[in-house]
């Protein structure tokens, strides 16, 4: 197994699924000679060439409008939209065409498409390269949203959201493209999109994350180790479907629950998860749920390290509930 | 459609044409048949055969028949809403007729008749619009919004645009796959306005993709007038932006429509790239059932356009030709009619959608969310006991 970051996990996973299925087809802005703002298509434009990796004009969506057409007709297209925080001209084309195909001509057609998009903060980018905007997709039907946290379950997730029959919001941490690296399989290498992993047993409080909050919380939590607090962590990995069974299963165990995400905390997808946690699991609780996030404040640009949410504040979390 | 090459029928039209038009000049719009049926399209007259002119006028006068019937039905309150097309018929037959069985379709509001046109079996089109469990889509969307994928007819949604964009992915998807079909975008003068008009003539334009965009120019976008969406003095005109010919027609006229889409969709097939067309006509009723158009315009307007019938022009031109007589056209109505009656009574007969139906097809399978809220719907609704809420009416 060759170490990764996971831009090339991402460009692993996309080689191969270009090599093993030619109806696969890449599009957006810049992936082709470029290979990508970030390098994700790097050498795919060389290998496929410009009809599998078009350089489109610079329209999201026109995009993901055209990618929706390319799947209708059968095509497996993927469409990357250059940062998430340029994604909300395709909102319509996502919210109103892919994610209701399926479901509006009862399964005649369908959309079959992956949309590939970085998230988050964590490289100085100010408003408009840093959001995380997966909370408005998740309030979509016929949507699923994935967010990966590692190297090797970006290209196990990105493998299988290819190759899902319904439309995937891929959505890609820019904090850990490639601050982190890890052994990824080589080859065929898929994770179930659906199942959430737990990235470190404990009993005393469930942290629940994802994407680049997942490290955070793994530096929160060998903290609270030192201090004798025992944290399970559960990535959640995919947004929709939720795999609410884990999350469950964990906190009835640990009886307390920290959600961090960095989002904005209203409406965020942590207030869903709590949510589920006071319906399905009040009596298990043995203290209130407790959230992480950013700020209800546009993305800042020189205070962004105090927006986002580090290993510091969520220990302060995690002692709250601890010793509520 | 077994008529010979198009071409042959208006070798010469397009000067002699733009001399008959009502506006006289470099965009004036292609015209064949002036209002009464005279052919002015140029020496050696129409060409179509006279099996393909009567199958025009058929196809036309359906449509017409099934507006008035639907419109029926909705004031009885046996559909709850119908987006008419009467005054459109010879925009919507004749486009429909110039695409080929293999060919796509991604429609707008006022396309139902494509689909007809295409094999879509009217009871199913009633059944539709009663959001009956018998049709495909199982009563989950408003009337009007068909899916009909053995004629590559694209399930409709009520956003206004987005479907260029998809028919733009579906040419270049066939392109890529050296498939020789060209998709039809269809929309109205309203959806010149959207960012995805501008992106699919844009995208479609770099990528030299066979499709055509079909704009029904109707006047009006519910209420607001042409000139109050644009200030452009054509939709036509707007092509040139994206290096792609714009051409206009008369709208009104089912040969000139059928003449001018053959050639785009032609130049299309060939490699030669898009066309936008701008079909000049009138929406003579309402947006929809919901509209009271005599709110916003005058009604002389609306008589102006009604002196241009589309269905009585190429009636005329059919009974000056002696393709058509008075009996035969009374014969014709009367089988259209009794098939739409047909239609009602077997679109009656289905059932409304199963509860079941409110979940799947969100997903390829259940999410256990959805899975969830299934059986928690179902054992409420058991435990109250009786029929799912109605259709209309409240719980």
């Not at chain 1, 084309?93 to 057609?109: D, P």
């Not at chain 2, 506006?23 to 002036?34: H, T, V, Y």
């Amino acid at each position: 197994m060759a170490v990764m970051t996971m831009v090339e996990a991402i460009n692993d996973a996309l080689r191969v699924e270009m090599r093993r299925d030619p109806r696969v087809v890449l599009l957006g802005e810049d992936v082709g000679i470029k290979g990508g703002v970030f390098g994700c298509s790097a050498g795919l434009f060389k290998e496929f060439g410009g009809d599998r990796v078009m350089d489109t004009p610079l329209a999201e969506s026109g995009i993901v409008g055209a990618a929706i057409g390319m799947a209708l007709y059968g095509l497996v297209p993927i469409a990357e939209i250059q940062f998430g925080d340029f994604i909300y001209p395709a909102f319509d084309q996502i919210v109103s065409e892919a994610a209701k195909m399926r479901y509006r001509s009862g399964g005649e057609y369908t959309v079959p498409m992956t949309i590939r998009t970085p998230i988050g903060g964590g490289i100085r980018g100010g408003h408009y390269h840093s959001q995380s905007p997966e909370a408005y997709f998740a309030h979509t039907p016929g949507l699923k949203v994935v967010v990966p946290s590692t190297p090797a379950d970006a290209k196990g997730l990105l493998l299988a959201s290819i190759r899902d029959p319904d439309p995937v919001l891929f959505m890609e941490p820019k904090l850990i493209y490639r601050s982190l690296k890890e052994e990824v399989p080589a080859g065929e290498h898929l994770v179930e999109i659906g199942k959430a992993r737990i990235v470190r047993p404990g009993k005393d409080v469930t942290l629940i994350a994802w994407g680049g909050m997942v490290g955070m919380c793994e530096k929160a939590a060998a903290k609270c180790a030192e201090e004798g607090i025992d944290c399970e962590i559960v990535d959640v990995r995919t947004i929709v479907p939720l795999d609410e069974a884990t999350i469950l299963e964990s906190v009835k165990k640990t009886g307390r629950a920290v959600i961090v995400y960095e989002a904005p905390k209203t409406g965020g997808f942590g207030g869903e998860i709590s949510a589920i946690l006071a319906e399905k699991a009040i009596e298990w609780l043995e203290a209130p749920i407790v959230r992480v996030t950013g700020f209800d404040t546009p993305f800042p640009y020189t205070l962004e390290s105090v927006y986002l949410p580090e290993p510091g504040r969520i220990r302060e979390a995690v002692l709250k509930v601890a010793r509520f | 459609m077994g008529s010979r090459s198009p071409k042959a029928a208006t070798a010469d039209a397009p000067s002699a044409a733009a001399a008959a038009g009502p506006a006289a000049g470099a965009d004036a719009p292609l015209r064949l048949l002036a209002p009464d049926g005279s052919w002015v399209g140029g020496a050696g007259g129409n060409a179509l055969a006279p099996e393909t002119l009567l199958e025009l006028y058929r196809g036309m006068l359906r449509i017409r028949l099934l507006d008035g019937r639907m419109l029926n039905l909705q004031r009885q309150g046996r559909i709850g809403f119908f987006g008419q097309c009467t005054g459109q018929e010879a925009a919507i037959v004749g486009s429909a007729a110039a695409l080929e069985a293999r060919d796509w379709v991604a429609p707008a509001l006022r396309e139902a008749g494509v689909a007809l046109w295409r094999g879509l079996p009217i009871e199913r089109l009633i059944a539709q619009c009663m959001g009956k469990g018998s049709e495909v889509s199982q009563g989950r969307q408003m009337p009007c919004h068909h899916s009909f994928r053995a004629a590559n007819f694209v399930s409709m949604s009520s956003v206004i645009a987005t479907q260029l964009l998809h028919a733009v992915g579906i040419a270049r998807a066939a392109q890529l796959s050296k498939d020789p079909i060209v998709a039809m975008g269809y929309l109205g003068d309203g959806a010149t306005s959207e960012h995805d008009f501008h992106c699919a003539l844009n995208f479609a334009g770099v990528w030299k993709a066979p499709v055509v965009f079909f704009c029904q120019n109707n006047q009006w976008a519910i209420s607001v007038p042409f000139a109050k969406q644009t200030a452009a003095k054509s939709i036509a005109a707007k092509a040139v932006a994206y290096g792609m010919p714009g051409v206009r027609v008369d709208g009104n006229d089912v040969l000139a429509v059928l003449d001018v889409t053959r050639q785009a969709v032609e130049r299309a097939r060939s490699g030669g790239g898009p066309t936008l067309i701008e079909a000049l006509t009138y929406r003579r009723l309402g947006h929809s059932s919901s509209d009271d158009p005599t709110r916003y315009r005058e009604q002389g307007e609306v008589a102006q356009w009604e002196a241009q019938d589309p269905i009585e022009r190429l009636k005329r031109h059919l009974l000056a030709l002696g393709l058509l007589t008075a009996a035969k056209d009374e014969a014709i109505e009367e089988e259209l009619q009794a098939a739409i009656s047909e239609g009602i009574r077997i679109a009656e007969q289905g059932g409304e959608p199963p509860l079941e139906s409110l979940f799947t097809d969100v997903f390829a399978e259940l999410t256990p969310q959805l899975r969830e809220q299934q059986a928690a719907a179902q054992a409420e609704l058991a435990a109250r006991g009786g029929p799912l809420p109605s259709h209309h009416g409240s719980r």
